[in-house]
């Protein structure tokens, strides 16, 4: 393993790491007290602290010993989840489908800024690769977040959307999966069935419509 390899990955990643992960968390946080729950908010979790949600094992020991297992071929990780009581929302089930597609949206949202970034310091001739490497790594990192979190298992974001849309007998069934849903989705992640059957797709559909919303910015810039 090059040393100088990881220093240089990890400066380059780091920032849109710790946007991706805060903004995508306090969105949850501020979309559940719009819809009437405070919890997260009495816990100050409703922050743009990037230290409040970040999880030593989670988003710093377990990606850095995946990196270093795999040589870089396999990654995973996870935030601290923002607290959100459900039962305390105006409408439980159908608040829930808009407080968890919070966090993937701003994902998407975010992603297509450094596209814009990243157009722009190529448009205005910013020959700087360490720039132009983390707008690359920040529409990746969002994208893999939006994709990965709208997965439709619990307790992803995908998963309590789903519950949030089924009828209330299947969303029961699917909302018991909850506490076996983590060891699911890391299985099917290490088997390779997440990647080929929905991160894949999603995130060539979600490069396509970026590069469809930038469109008018890339020509202007020609």
Known sequence: MDFSNLI?????YALPVLFAITIHEAAHGYAARHFGDTTAQMMGRITLNPLKHIDPIGTVLMP????FATSGAFLFGY????PVNFGHLRNPKRDMIWVALAGPATNFFQ????????VALVGLGVDERFFTEMARAGILVNLVMWAFNLFPLPPLDGGRILVGLLPWRQAHWVSRIEPYGFFIVLALVVAGVVG???LRPLMSLGYSIINLVISPLTALLR
């Open 8 to 12: 240089q990955t990890v400066l380059i």
């Open 64 to 67: 850095l010993l995946l990196y």
């Open 79 to 82: 935030a601290k989840p923002v």
């Open 111 to 118: 992603a297509i800024l450094w596209a814009v970034v990243l």
């Open 196 to 198: 080929a059957i929905w």
